[in-house]
């Protein structure tokens, strides 16, 4: 692909641009003319898509780099005046949208931009169509940004999924070029995603250590299944702050593509050393608040049967057999993480109750009580707060119960909640903290 001519044309534009900014070229025009959408999907399978989509935005990016070098100042605005944005790559595509990551330009901060960038019948269909065509296609741009917008505002500050920027979270547009170059796209502004797609890190079709490594460390498997265990709390906290607004996955929503992932040195041996972020909300579709929250839909999603590959690549790996490895190291690693065995088994819907499978992803497995027995465990937690109360004090209490709430939430683990609360609650009170431990550990 020889992009010296367009580049040196931006570089023209931007030269003699209108505005003085160098900002005169519509580089989006640019790119999907020379980078077009349909030469992927035409050359991928039906299985292949993701890596199809994949290849879509690593050749964009690359263009754009071209432009860059042939002194195209590529940048855009909220509006036709607002904010300026410094445009540095693209990191995902589709048929309809790219998302271009960069910094606002006063403030130096990283944003990522969904950009619908479809204008006419020709984008969509590599032919000309009528006025009426094109102008269907700009409306469908819109309303998709406005409902991608719309589902990010309901779970503003939800745990687990990605945000709108604060002060960009009403903005509908993307403007880029000047004068008779200028176009606004529809587009939403999002708080950049540290990280990199789970699809990225586990080798599903070849298991822990992939295509290289026949038998895994037992250190290899602890930090694989670690990772696993992080993304499948945060995705069962992402679909109850989801439902708790009405809101829920479709039938196959999400994918390994749609969760990013941050993760620690090799050797992790914590969930909680893991940063999760589900980044797309299109698959979301409207449910019925009251219904009750369950772990089915991530189960039955294409991400569950990911993790499932996953898990039956690796198997062999281990020299599993009827459930069961000669090696102690793994051995000792699964024994830990059993907690996950709902998900990559796959239980049946009715073993699926969302607060069930949370509380077990969370805090491990609880032997059943009596009704007598939770009795009992709720007058001794009773009894435990108001002391807590009084020999704290107001302030010191509303901190113990906010390290719970971050514990119940996934954001901390249990040793870590222990920790933070013996800055507060000791020497003066080291019996009060044995206390929460074992009150906290059952």
Same mark, same amino acid.
């Given at each position: 692909?020889?992009?010296?001519?367009?580049?040196?044309? &931006?570089?023209? &534009?931007?030269?003699?641009?209108?505005?003085?900014?160098?900002?005169? +070229?519509?580089?989006? $025009?640019?790119?999907?003319?020379?980078?077009?959408?349909?030469?992927?999907?035409?050359?991928?399978? %039906? #299985?292949?898509?993701?890596?199809?989509?994949?290849?879509?935005?690593? %050749?964009?990016?690359? &263009?754009?780099?071209?432009?860059?070098?042939?002194?195209?100042r590529l940048a855009l605005r909220t509006g036709a005046r607002g904010a300026a944005v410094d445009v540095t790559g693209v990191s995902a595509a589709t048929a309809a949208g790219l998302t271009v990551e960069g910094t606002l330009r006063k403030s130096g901060r990283p944003v990522s931009v969904r950009l619908r960038h479809l204008t006419s019948y020709y984008d969509a269909e590599e032919h000309e169509g009528t006025a009426e065509q094109d102008a269907?296609?700009? $409306?469908?741009?819109? +309303?998709?940004?406005?409902?991608?917008?719309?589902?990010?505002?309901?779970?503003?500050?939800?745990?687990?999924?990605?945000?709108?920027?604060?002060? =960009?979270?009403?903005?509908?547009?993307?403007?880029?070029?000047?004068?008779?170059?200028?176009?606004?796209?529809?587009?939403v502004y999002v708080d950049k995603i540290e990280g990199v797609p789970l699809s990225q890190l586990l080798d599903a079709g070849s298991g822990c250590g992939g295509e290289e490594d026949e038998t895994p460390s037992p250190e290899r498997l602890e930090h694989e299944m670690s990772m696993i265990k992080a993304v499948a709390t945060s995705c069962l906290l992402a679909m109850r702050g989801a439902a708790a607004v009405g809101l829920g996955f479709d039938g196959t929503a999400p994918f390994a593509e749609h969760v990013w992932v941050q993760g620690p040195p090799?050797?992790?041996?914590? &969930?909680? #050393?893991?940063?999760?972020?589900?980044?797309?909300?299109?698959?979301?579709?409207e449910r019925d608040p009251s219904e009750r929250f369950s772990a089915k839909d991530l189960v039955r999603s294409a991400l569950g049967e990911w993790l499932r590959e996953w898990w039956r690549s690796t198997a062999p790996k281990l020299s599993i057999v009827d459930g069961r490895t000669p090696h102690e190291g793994y051995a000792r690693v699964l024994g830990r993480y059993g907690v996950l065995n709902w998900l990559l088994f796959g239980w049946a819907d009715e073993q699926l109750d969302g607060k069930s499978i949370l509380q077990l992803v969370q805090h491990g497995p609880v032997s059943e009580r009596s009704a007598e027995e939770r009795e009992a465990a709720q007058r001794?937690?009773?009894?435990?707060?108001?002391?807590?109360?009084?020999? =704290?004090?107001?302030?010191?209490? %509303?901190?113990?119960?906010?390290?719970?709430?971050?514990?119940?939430?996934?954001?901390?683990?249990? %040793? #870590?909640? =222990?920790?933070?609360?013996?800055?507060?609650?000791?020497?003066?009170?080291?019996?009060?903290?044995?206390?929460?431990g074992q009150m906290i550990r059952g």
């Open positions: 692909r020889q992009l010296a001519s367009e580049a040196e044309e &931006a570089a023209t &534009a931007v030269r003699g641009g209108e505005g003085g900014e160098g900002e005169g +070229s519509n580089w989006v $025009s640019v790119l999907k003319e020379e980078v077009r959408f349909r030469t992927y999907i035409e050359l991928a399978d %039906d #299985d292949d898509e993701a890596e199809a989509l994949a290849a879509y935005a690593r %050749d964009l990016s690359s &263009a754009l780099d071209e432009l860059r070098e042939g002194g195209a269907l296609i700009r $409306s469908e741009m819109a +309303s998709a940004a406005a409902e991608e917008r719309l589902r990010l505002q309901r779970l503003s500050g939800a745990a687990g999924w990605c945000q709108l920027v604060k002060e =960009l979270g009403s903005e509908v547009e993307a403007a880029v070029g000047v004068g008779c170059e200028l176009t606004r796209y529809p587009a090799e050797g992790a041996r914590r &969930a909680a #050393d893991w940063s999760v972020v589900v980044g797309e909300v299109e698959p979301l579709e001794r937690w009773a009894a435990f707060t108001q002391e807590a109360f009084v020999r =704290l004090g107001p302030r010191r209490f %509303d901190e113990m119960n906010a390290q719970i709430g971050q514990m119940n939430d996934g954001e901390i683990s249990v %040793d #870590d909640l =222990l920790a933070r609360a013996r800055y507060f609650m000791c020497p003066d009170n080291e019996d009060l903290h044995a206390a929460l």
